[in-house]
Each structure stands twice: as C-alpha cells, then as structure tokens.
C-alpha cells in the first residue's frame, strides 16, 4: 500500500468522523439545556431537563425516545408518567429556557439607563433583572420554574447596570459618588 493511499484513506476517514461527530454533536445539543413546561398534574410551571445521553442513544438505533433527567417536581413526584414530555416534542425550542428569555428580552430596554437591548452576550455579558424592590437579580440565581412568574413582575436589567447596582449593594465602601462634585 503506498504513502498516498494511507494518507488519502486517513483523511476520508478522519472527514467521516466530523461529520458524524457533528451529526451526534447536533443531536446530543439540542436535547441538552432547562426547559420549562407546564406540568399536566399541577397545571404550574415546572422546569424540566432531558436524558441527552438518552435522546443520544436512542436516535442512533432509530427510535428518538425523550426522558427526563431531572425535574423541578422531584423527588416527590418523580413516579409521574411524564405526560410533559409532549410539550417538549411539540415545541423544543420554545420551551428552552435560553429562548424564552432572548424573546422576552426582545424589543426590551434596559430599566435603568433606559438602552435597548441587542444581541445578548450569553457566554460572558448576561443581562440581570430588576426586582420589585429594586435589587439585581441574576438568572442563576432564578429556578427553572419560576422564570414564567419572574417574567411578569421583574424588568430587565442591562450587563453593565447590573454589575454597577450589584457593587452598589454588595460594596458601597469601594464606590467613589462623582456625579455631587462639580
């Protein structure tokens, strides 16, 4: 076998394999990720995460079978028939936690300094919100299956208003006030 076969078969194979890694990676993606649905017992909202693993597993032998791995509910009602898993085959995307907060965001200005906002910055400038009482609040900090409640009583709150108020309540003795000088 020459050097230009091994090399051009090391190649192809290499192609294949990002392609069907990619395929995987797509699949495996998609399914991962907070969803909030509303449970069909309660008739609340819940959030909800998928098997990925799971989804994964059962794509490729060609039957796509969705399971929870996790669910606000649990562990009292983790025994549930899963009957919310139709919401998520019906409309992945929509109930995806990360969409339901850039359309919320949408259109949207921030409540302090009044900017609109654009694209968000998920990975590093995460935008907060402004509680009734005026404190900020961050999205880690807010379970899945409050977000739907959140939403109606919290206004959106800028990266950078949110960092200036949080070091305003957390560290008032490192602030210099130069907006009373002249």
């Not at 060609?62 to 562990?75: E, T, V």
Request: aromatic share 6%; hydrophobic share 40%.
């Amino acid at each position: 076998m020459s050097a230009f076969s091994l090399i051009a078969g090391a190649v192809v194979l290499l192609g294949l394999l990002m392609v069907f890694g990619r395929i995987l990676g797509g699949i495996y993606f998609k399914a991962r990720g907070e969803r909030v649905i509303t449970c069909p017992e309660s008739l609340r909202p819940a959030g909800v995460t998928l098997n990925a693993g799971h989804v994964l597993w059962t794509t490729l032998e060609g039957k796509p079978d969705l399971q929870l791995a996790s669910c606000s509910r649990w562990p009292n009602r983790q025994d549930c028939g899963q009957e919310c898993l139709h919401q998520i085959e019906t409309a992945p995307e929509a109930c995806l936690v990360r969409n339901i907060l850039i359309r919320w965001y949408a259109g949207k200005t921030c409540a302090l300094c009044h900017r609109p906002f654009g694209t968000i910055q998920w990975s590093d400038r995460k935008p907060g919100l402004l509680n009734p009482e005026h404190k900020t609040l961050e999205w880690q900090d807010v379970p899945a299956a409050s977000i739907p409640e959140v939403l109606a009583t919290h206004q959106p709150l800028c990266w950078n208003c949110h960092v200036v108020n949080s070091m305003m309540v957390q560290h008032p003795e490192l602030l210099v006030d130069r907006s009373r000088e002249i």
